[in-house]
């Protein structure tokens, strides 16, 4: 007799598909028996996971906005979606495909078809995933830049190991780590990169005193110059887009374009006049709003031998200062105003009152300067004019230098003392381009916008990002709040849009980008903060779900440590993969590794060998910073991050905090993140909450304290909110955990890079409780 058995696969482990111990019975029964049993806990496993959606119907999809039209259409065909698909998963997979769920639907209905179908996902285990709402195609896969080179290569590496770029994504990584030189060597091939002098090897080891190793020894290029020169692969000619851009309050104006040789011709002009002012290897600041004069500026600094002191345009005069002074800037570039929101904001003045060096300005607006001068200081026009009365108007030679000459001089954000000052070599921008081109999949043809300032890591990261892989970088010179923005990234095309968190609440409360068309982004990045799952739908939905590419990394690595991927499923404020060629562990409070794919909670622990991360600060000892107290692991000193977070049973990576924002609650360790993301949705008056430990005055186990920040217009008290959060908090992350003080603010203390100062929220919370217990 011979016997059949059916076994349903379905992702969700809280499903139990099939009993195994009836199916020990049945094996001496006859098997169309075993057929129904499966085929019975199939439907048991049909209605409870589409319960949630399945009780919904034409009453409720009004309720959320539709018209009748639209709730009928929607309801017939989810009905034949849950009858088809055997889990949650694969209903929202089903969905997504179909693009029932359409931008132009009011956010209530997009939340409430996601929460009714995961609605299980809030009570799973600590470890489980979380639920999942983009799955790459095959056929998106191999088109993609990783997974044509994984088509090509992929065989010869892996044998018949090799499936496709989807199922064999984790032997690429592995590849990756494992194999750095051989990675490399290939990806160098399909980045606009090209060197004067070719690298003797890829990697060199030899010298126990370098960490991080010696990458391209040996080899001499200018980046600058290999971002503004045509190449074969990736693809990019003389008449290729390079930069597209629109001056804010001109939103019914053209976009304006400017070529691959427009912008060599800009930035060779601009690169002649720094000659004329200053010497080779000199450090230049950049104070400016991201234009497109910025960015020339910033390429002609290079491509003129000398460094970029990056400094963000949101800065104080002491900021400012602070930088020159560490860095040794020899002149500045910046403006005479920023304009922004339709309003004129002082720089130059800010600038002058932080430099006693140089400072070059450009107007905002016009050929003019609203300004007048100091007498050191010379304003764009006169700058320009030094080509013409130097000889030099006729071209320019670039200045080739070895690969670890200092391009860049970039800044920790700085909350005590001296910021870091981290120097990038030419290597750095390799490595961001080719996390780009990784991570985000940026091919030519793509218009790339992310509202950032060159102040900041992004800045010259998206720079690259476009300039290495072909891809034209979409500016908008004004305020990214409103929808004249929307507008510019509707107009112009942009099929990446990165964005930071607080930007997207923002988008979302205000309604600002409704009625606009943004379907041709095919993925939106996220980085700088943790990402709120409910701003994630919002955002994601606007390109009928689009994935949205998490990105975390630091400026000392010029690159991402986790991200996702075009060729893995993607979740909400999740990270699907470690970087390419990154390796880490997770460590206990023992500084041991957790076993490796183990589900576990603690801080990372960088492998050290990374092409462009850094190996030395201009102001503190790099080895103390970074390696000093760390654990070895097969043989290497990890290298330091400071990030706390968590693998799921899957593999996927949340971030729950930094290592200094953990707490001991009641003797269990958790994270500011963790308490964070349960509480903003605790109620919809909250806009945002913070949360904080303080020991009590009097000593004791550490006290819960959850700062808020309220939605415009809403009102509620501590005590309410201490109730809502308290129940939050221990339905969904512990029932141990105790709220013991709610305090509602106008606003959080944040870092000039917008992180929540939580050092600040917590010494606040100390010294009330001191006061209340003198009183």
Not at 471 to 479: F, P, T
Request: charged residues 20%; hydrophobic residues 40%.
């Amino acid at each position: 007799m011979q016997y059949h058995i059916f076994l349903v696969y379905c992702p969700e482990p809280r499903v139990q598909v099939v009993d195994f111990n009836l199916i020990l019975i049945l094996l001496t029964c006859h098997w169309p028996l075993l057929v129904a049993i499966a085929c019975w806990n199939l439907e048991e496993s049909r209605r409870e996971m589409g319960k949630g959606l399945r009780e919904l119907g034409v009453k409720d999809f009004l309720e959320a906005g539709l018209s009748v039209a639209e709730a009928i259409e929607f309801d017939g065909v989810l009905r034949e979606i849950v009858s088809l698909c055997v889990c949650s998963t694969d209903i929202w997979r089903q969905i997504v495909t179909r693009r029932v769920l359409k931008p132009s639907h009011p956010h209530s209905f997009h939340q409430l078809v996601y929460y009714s179908l995961y609605q299980s996902s809030s009570n799973a285990s600590h470890h489980a995933d979380p639920p999942l709402y983009w799955f790459p195609s095959l056929e998106q896969a191999r088109i993609s830049n990783l997974g044509h080179v994984m088509e090509t290569y992929g065989p010869k590496l892996f044998g018949s190991s090799y499936k496709d770029p989807i199922t064999s994504y984790p032997l690429m990584h592995k590849f990756s780590v494992d194999n750095p030189q051989e990675y490399w060597s290939i990806v160098l091939k399909e980045l606009s990169v090209s060197f004067i002098e070719a690298p003797r090897c890829i990697l060199d080891t030899s010298d126990p005193s370098k960490h991080g190793g010696a990458w391209l020894p040996g080899s001499v290029l200018n980046i600058a110059d290999c971002c503004l020169q045509p190449c074969a692969r990736p693809y990019k000619s003389d008449d290729s887009l390079a930069i597209v851009w629109r001056d804010e309050e001109c939103d019914d104006s053209m976009v304006n374009r400017m070529t691959l040789k427009q912008l060599r011709q800009q930035v060779m002009l601009v690169a002649s006049a720094i000659d004329a002012t200053f010497s080779k290897g000199d450090a230049i600041a950049i104070d400016m709003q991201m234009t497109v004069n910025a960015v020339v500026i910033y390429l002609a600094i290079v491509l003129a031998g000398c460094a970029v002191v990056s400094i963000a345009d949101s800065f104080a005069p002491k900021e400012i200062s602070s930088r020159l002074r560490v860095s040794k800037a020899k002149g500045i570039f910046t403006q005479d105003f920023i304009l922004r929101g339709g309003k004129k904001f002082h720089l130059y003045s800010r600038v002058t009152e932080a430099a006693s060096c140089k400072v070059i300005v450009v107007p905002v607006t016009g050929e003019e300067l609203g300004v007048q001068l100091r007498e050191q200081d010379m304003s764009w026009k006169a700058f320009l004019s030094t080509v013409s009365q130097n000889g030099r108007s006729g071209g320019y030679s670039p200045i080739y230098q070895s690969v670890d000459s200092v391009t860049n001089i970039l800044f920790s954000s700085g909350t005590t003392g001296d910021p870091k000052a981290i120097p990038w070599t030419q290597l750095a921008p390799i490595r961001s381009a080719a996390d780009g081109w990784a991570a985000i999949d940026i091919q030519p043809g793509d218009v790339y916008c992310w509202p950032t300032n060159l102040g900041w890591v992004i800045g010259p990261t998206v720079l690259y990002h476009c300039f290495l892989n072909g891809a034209a970088l979409a500016l908008y010179h004004g305020s990214p709040q409103g929808s004249d923005f929307g507008k510019f990234v509707q107009d112009a095309g942009v099929t990446i849009l990165g964005t930071v968190p607080s930007l997207v609440k923002a988008w979302k409360s205000t309604q600002c980008m409704e009625g606009l068309d943004w379907t041709k982004i095919k993925a939106f990045c996220s980085s700088g903060e943790t990402s709120n799952v409910d701003d994630d739908l919002w955002l994601s939905s606007k390109a009928y779900y689009s994935p949205i590419v998490e990105l975390c990394g630091g400026t000392e690595l010029a690159s991402s440590y986790i991200a996702g991927s075009p060729l893995q499923p993607q979740a909400f404020g999740a990270f699907s993969t470690a970087s390419m060629t990154t390796g880490f562990v997770i460590l206990d409070e023992n500084g041991v590794a957790y076993p490796e794919g183990v589900p576990c909670v603690g801080e990372v622990g960088l492998f050290p060998l990374s092409l462009g991360a850094s190996d030395r600060l201009l102001n503190a000892d790099h080895d103390m910073v970074y390696f000093k107290g760390m654990p070895t692991y097969k043989g290497q000193v990890l290298r330091r991050h400071g990030d706390i977070i968590k693998r799921t049973v899957g593999g996927y990576i949340i971030v729950q905090g930094r290592a200094d924002d953990t707490m001991n609650l009641g003797g269990i360790k958790t994270s500011s993140i963790e308490i964070e993301r349960v509480c903003d949705r605790a109620d919809e008056c909250i806009s945002e909450t913070a949360a904080v430990s303080v020991a009590p005055p009097s000593g004791g186990p550490e006290q819960l304290a959850i700062f808020v920040v309220l939605k415009k217009g809403y009102v509620s008290n501590a005590e309410t909110l201490k109730l809502r959060f308290s129940k939050a908090i221990q339905s969904n992350l512990n029932p141990l955990f105790k709220v013991s003080h709610v305090k509602v603010v106008g606003e959080f203390p944040r870092t000039a890079s917008n992180k929540i100062l939580r050092r600040v929220l917590r010494d606040q919370m100390k010294q009330e409780l001191s006061v209340k217990s003198r009183l």
